[in-house]
């Protein structure tokens, strides 16, 4: 642990000292992007062909393809159309395959993968982090300060797309096991040093392993260096991260924040609620999904979105421009191919599952045509003026939604019921903002309930009218109704701050059954 925390000190001092300049880091994008499909090869020249198990080769092998016949069809059909043409030899790997919950079934063929199956047996984790565990306690990732350094050049095109390179920077982003101090080393790397890392994890929360608080309090001492000491602050009480905001604006007009996306919504409606203005803050959000409602509660106060889309392990995959809906990111496809597969939802819809493959040697997983539990639309943008677009990525994803449905108290339906409830319906009808509000599923005297959790802090109303409201909403589509008769009995409102998870997030749903209980946050 003292070896990996000198190495990401000596890394983050010479990260802030010689930032990447714009110059060389669009060359290098536009170098990548120039060479992704012999990248491709390469990639398969280094880490699939020489090992046997590796779940690329055994799919491969069993397809009958070799390394000329991918060869040709690049040439034929560049780097997408070979991806699908595999894909339809049967070379991908859906979500539930390569979780390990169900053998990978090609024709009489079975195999049987782990997360762990498709590490870079090249790659050197320097340091270990972990993702914010969206539906689960996250996962842990190897980080190797290589790798980082090659995606500061990336983070500056996309800071400077929206005019922020060399802004006033802060975090809120939780400490260790979070991914946060890769963030905090990218942007140093890129010219926006922070000047403040809020977590909404306490560094010294007693129920974490004593080596990762050891390594938070090691943070501590990192001001050495110049990484800036986390503070505790929990999304219900963002008011040091407000004035920290207000403060930057008047020294430069413009700012950062880097933080989860209900933690900044849930600043941007109390700056709403005081009459505080943000122009010129961009908030750079991720971990959550971004909706309608949460981009209308920050630009009522003045703040743009910068919408990141990133998933564990491959990092940052895509980022919004000014120019186009912040739902809706530009791919970031220099470092990465993704296509489509058709294939039906836990509750029999077809959707298009989006398969990702890697192109950088240094990167801790090997992808060909791997699910991650998303799925949505990929479109064609020529003709954005961004400085993204202008650099040639002009795919975008649009609906992006999570293939995992939501199960609670006996009940399924899909994940997006309880989001457009959560965050447009309730607070258009009774007020508050998206994260005022939030269904729980947890255990209560032995039984399964589900619950609407409503923030105290807005006041006496119509509890009868809000369970109302919910039930109206479920029963307009079959799954809903089912959930509605089997919640009937149970579905009860919950005058309390809303759940976060482990990772400081605050999702629409969030299931405690079988869960430690977290205390709400006061």
Known sequence: MVGQGWRLARTYRDLSRHPVGLDEAMWHVTEQRAARTERLVVQLDQQVWPFIDSPTRRLLSWAGVERGDIVALLADGGLEGALESLRDQGVYVAYEEYLGTVPAIRGSASFDFRPDDFRNRLFKADYMTSSGGTRSGGTTTGSNLTHLRSQCGPRLVQLATWDIDGAPTALWRPVFPGSAITSVLQLAGAGNRPERWFSQVDPRERAMAPHKRLANRGLGFAGVVGIPRPRHVPMSAPEPVLAWVEDALRREGRALLQGLTSSVTRLGAMAGERGVRLDGLVGSLSGEPLTPAKVAVLASA??????????????????????????????????????????????????????????????????????????????????????????????????????????????????????????????????????????????????????????????????????????????????????????????????????TTAGGKMLPFESLVGARRPVPER
């Open 302 to 499: 003045g703040a743009r979105v910068a919408n990141s889309y990133a998933f564990s392990p491959l990092g940052r995959a895509g980022f919004s421009c000014p120019f186009g809906e912040p739902e809706e990111p530009h791919l970031w496809d220099s470092e990465r191919a993704v296509v489509t597969r058709r294939r039906p939802r836990a509750d029999g819809v077809e959707v298009d599952a989006f398969c990702w493959t890697t192109l950088v040697s240094d990167a801790p997983a090997v992808w060909l045509n791997v699910e991650n539990d998303d799925y949505g639309v990929l479109a064609r943008d020529d003709d954005c003026s961004c400085l993204m677009g202008r650099l040639g990525f002009s795919t975008r994803f649009r609906q992006i939604r999570s293939l995992s449905k939501v199960v609670a108290g006996g009940g399924t339906l899909p994940g997006e019921v309880l989001q457009r409830l959560a965050e447009e319906e309730l607070p258009r009808r009774f007020g508050g903002s998206p994260t005022d509000y939030q269904f729980v599923e947890e255990e209560v005297d032995g039984s399964t309930v589900v619950s609407v959790r409503v923030d105290p802090r807005l006041g006496s109303m119509d509890e009868g009218a809000v369970l109302e409201a919910v039930s109206q909403t479920l029963v307009r589509s079959e799954e809903g109704m089912l959930a509605e008769r089997l919640w009937s009995s149970t579905l009860r409102l919950v005058r309390t701050t809303p759940v």
